[in-house]
């Protein structure tokens, strides 16, 4: 394994895609793991869906948790790690929930898409996770079977309570979402009292309303991992803007008083290899974004990556292994978000993109030394005033950075 920098990313197959828990290929798993080591990477984050693992609020699907234990395995053969992301719902541009997580009704805030198998879910919306009492003992019957059965697998690194939660749902208040995962961190900590525990946070919940307040994130989750991407955030200079997730590293240490992990980050490229960066719309959505070319990846995941290294930061974990394969492309959530599919250190056909690379050489360089570079920029701020608005404070705050810092 690296040292102190833990190298890492979110993973599913290639060839499966998001359904792979579905019909699990654990020779595709396996060399999948073989080759990820071989980048240089030391963990593996990745999702179980609410849907596959828990199909009805009172059964969990046992076939599937046995699954889980062949993916563990397959980590700890090729010496990786391994980050559970328990409470999966949200993951490549959409909402995935099984019916039984769902109320009629509009969603209180703009969400994304949300699918039910597959199917889009029109007039319902997620139910209140942080209180509502049936939805709090699913969380704590699925905490029971999967820490319970799991936490001592030597592949476990930690537990993620979930990827990017407020974009299904914002908690009535922070006090509401402080005990909810007060209330998951002490039910874990009693299934496996050592282990790493952490949360997602989306930088929307950074830049706009959240009850998940860093502040109080910082009392349960060690380490806090935040996301970061340019392409979505208005204060960005651009897409590719690579100190924005240095920034938003920069936010969260001030907010928490903590080291975090760039939880997530990354951009993809355009379909054809060698073909240059472009805007594109999404024609269903009317959206617009950026694919960027080959060499674009390349430079802006070396920049972010040194970045956050020279910046003190505990480790940083891309946002995807591969591509998804074109059969992908026509099912949903993929079929509405192009932006997703071209991720990966590799291609589609299997072939390393350049980026991959340079993810090895940067791995070596954290063999073989400490950063070189000079002080990092650092932010100073105040979390009551902060959340007050934190809107206002974002924007502000990302001017104070590129000027050097407080």
Same mark, same amino acid.
């Given at each position: ?30 060399? @999948? ?91 319902? %919306?997620?139910? @209140? ?33 979930? @990827? &990017? ?8 208040? !922070? ?19 050592? !282990? ?7 930088? #929307? ?9 860093? @502040? ?124 997703? +599919?071209?991720?990966?250190?590799? +291609?589609? #056909? ?6 991959? #690379?340079?993810?090895? +050489? ?13 002080? !990092? ?10 959340? %007050? #608005? ?12 590129? &000027?050097?810092?407080?």
């Amino acid at each position: 394994m690296t040292g102190a920098f833990l190298l890492g990313l979110t993973y599913w197959p290639r060839r499966q895609g998001l359904t792979w828990w579905r019909a699990l290929d654990a020779g595709e798993v396996r060399e @999948d793991f073989a080759h990820i080591r071989s980048i240089g990477l030391s963990l593996v984050r990745f999702h179980l869906p609410w849907e596959e693992f828990q199909p009805e609020a009172g059964r969990l699907n046992h076939r599937v948790l046995d699954c889980l234990g062949i993916v563990l395995g397959a980590a700890e053969d090729a010496g990786l790690h391994a980050l559970p992301i328990l409470f999966s719902g949200y993951a490549a541009g959409a909402l995935r929930y099984p019916a039984w997580a769902l109320e009629g009704g509009e969603p209180p805030q703009v969400s994304p898409r949300l699918l039910v198998n597959g199917k889009e879910a029109r007039g319902h %919306r997620v139910k @209140d996770f942080y209180e509502h009492r049936g939805m709090m003992e699913a969380q704590h019957r699925l905490l029971r079977e999967v820490v319970g059965y799991y936490a001592s697998h030597p592949a476990i690194w930690g537990w993620d309570f979930g @990827d &990017e939660p407020e974009r299904a749902r914002l908690a009535r208040s !922070a006090g509401a979402a402080q005990e909810w995962l007060g209330t998951l961190t002490t039910l874990t900590r009693e299934l496996d009292p050592d !282990a790493r525990l952490t949360l997602g946070l989306g930088q #929307d919940s950074l830049a706009g309303p959240s009850a998940l307040r860093l @502040d109080h994130l910082a009392e349960f989750c060690d380490p806090l991992a935040v996301h970061a991407y340019p392409a979505w955030s208005p204060v960005a200079t651009d897409p590719l803007d690579a100190d924005f997730p240095l920034y938003v590293l920069a936010l969260a240490r001030a907010l928490s008083g903590k080291v975090p992990f760039l939880g997530s980050f990354g951009i993809s490229t355009v379909p054809v290899p060698g073909d240059p960066g472009t805007f594109l719309t999404e024609p269903v959505t009317s959206m617009e974004y950026y694919l960027a070319s080959e060499a674009e990846q390349t430079e802006y995941v070396e920049k972010v990556l040194d970045g956050a290294w020279q910046s003190g930061t505990a480790g940083a974990w891309l946002m995807a292994y591969a591509d998804a394969t074109e059969g992908q492309w026509e099912e949903p959530p993929l079929d509405e978000a192009p932006w997703e +599919r071209t991720a990966g250190l590799v +291609r589609r #056909d299997g072939a390393e993109k350049p980026a991959a #690379d340079s993810v090895r +050489r940067f791995a070596a360089r954290l063999r073989d030394g400490k950063p070189t570079g000079g002080p !990092a920029r650092t932010l100073k701020v105040e979390p009551d005033e902060y959340y %007050r #608005d934190p809107a206002c404070h974002f924007a502000r705050l990302y001017k104070v950075y590129q &000027e050097g810092g407080h």
